[in-house]
């Protein structure tokens, strides 16, 4: 019924930058707070950044002042803007999102499949 499809990952260079977006997708009547995670080999998965309707957003202390979460309402998309990126922010990213499905009364959490992003030193 849903669907949260990220893209833009990658191979890049230490100091370089990525935008990543995603796009939630299917019978959506509305969409809360949306999120970016991320999952590192042998870690475990943490918020990255966090985007509340309104337009509130929240990072993780490593990457402020590096990321910026926004989205795009009309779109149904929210991005992550990548810059100065280290080797450390290798992992896969996540988009999640909380979606209140058309005819439904409840919000329900939704992940996407996840997107490679590698920074090389």
């Known amino acids: 019924q849903v669907q949260l499809v990220e893209s833009g990952g990658g191979l890049v260079q230490a100091g370089g930058s990525l935008r990543l977006s995603c796009v939630a997708s299917?019978?959506?009547?509305?969409?809360?707070?949306m999120g970016w995670y991320r999952q590192a080999p042998g870690k475990q998965r943490e918020l990255v950044a966090g985007?509340?309707?309104?337009?509130?957003?929240n990072y993780a202390d490593s990457v402020k002042g590096r990321f910026t979460i926004s989205r795009d309402y009309a779109k149904n998309t929210v991005y992550l803007q990548m810059n100065s990126l280290k080797p450390d922010d290798t992992a896969v990213y996540y988009c999640?999102?909380?979606?209140?499905?058309?005819?439904?009364?409840?919000?329900?959490?939704?992940w996407g499949q996840g997107t490679q992003v590698t920074v090389s030193s």
């Open positions: 985007i509340i309707r309104g337009g509130r957003t």
């Open positions: 299917g019978s959506i009547f509305s969409i809360g707070g």
């Open positions: 999640n999102a909380n979606i209140v499905v058309e005819r439904s009364h409840y919000e329900y959490n939704y």
